[in-house]
T-cell receptor, first 114, second 111 residues
Framework: KAGVTQTPRYLIKTRGQQVTLSCSPISGHRSVSWYQQTPGQGLQFLFEYFSETQRNKGNFPGRFSGRQFSNSRSEMNVSTLELGDSALYLC?????????????FGPGTRLTVL | DQQVKQNSPSLSVQEGRISILNCDYTNSMFDYFLWYKKYPAEGPTFLISISSIKDKNEDGRFTVFLNKSAKHLSLHIVPSQPGDSAVYFCAAKQAGTALIFGKGTTLSVSS
């Protein structure tokens, strides 16, 4: 079974631009969560989707948004990029919400904002 | 306000010895705790977990201990191997909420 895939793997943007990251969960998984990893803050939760509905949201500004499609694939969007948005963005999938020990992470998208 | 804290950014251990990684939390409502391991250029992988109703869980070389009164958990790796060198994240959750992660501890195991 294929793992969680994230595209693109690397991205370079400039301040003020917007970016869309994509995540394809493991086949059969319907819950997708997004995290931001930075050296100073570790992994911080962005949002969680299940059956196309956002179930939980972390403490991030409204510039960060996401959505989930009917095939469980998910996208996150960051508008008006800031230098501080440079980070590794990780997506994780599970069969259903709450199954933390059965949550599988993708390799991440490394976003650099110049 | 950091609810999950890993106060040691790094730990160096010799091969064959015990590695002890520590984690403190502040939210007494957390009922499930996990450890993840992360290699460079890869996403974190689940290692071991423990429910708040237990105080110990073992899986091979890995044991997690939970001290609820001290709001402290630790991961013991015995014996440590060079392949264990990675960043280890402690995470916690309560029912219906997302995982809260610590900032990670980089473990280096030398041969």
């Amino acid at each position: 079974k294929a793992g969680v895939t994230q595209t693109p793997r690397y991205l370079i943007k400039t301040r003020g631009q917007q970016v869309t990251l994509s995540c394809s969960p493991i086949s059969g998984h319907r819950s997708v969560s997004w995290y931001q990893q930075t050296p100073g803050q570790g992994l911080q939760f962005l949002f969680e989707y299940f059956s196309e509905t956002q179930r939980n949201k972390g403490n991030f500004p409204g510039r960060f948004s996401g959505r989930q499609f009917s095939n469980s694939r998910s996208e996150m969007n960051v508008s008006t990029l800031e230098l501080g948005d440079s980070a590794l963005y990780l997506c994780a999938s599970s069969l259903a919400p709450g199954l933390a020990n059965e949550q599988f992470f993708g390799p991440g998208t490394r976003l650099t904002v110049l | 306000d950091q609810q999950v804290k890993q106060n040691s950014p790094s730990l160096s251990v010799q091969e064959g010895r015990i590695s002890i990684l520590n984690c403190d939390y502040t939210n007494s409502m957390f009922d499930y705790f996990l450890w993840y391991k992360k290699y460079p250029a890869e996403g974190p992988t689940f290692l071991i977990s423990i429910s708040s109703i237990k105080d110990k869980n073992e899986d091979g070389r890995f044991t997690v201990f939970l001290n609820k009164s001290a709001k402290h958990l630790s991961l013991h790796i015995v014996p440590s191997q060079p392949g264990d060198s990675a960043v280890y994240f402690c995470a916690a959750k309560q029912a219906g909420t997302a995982l809260i992660f610590g900032k990670g501890t980089t473990l280096s195991v030398s041969s």
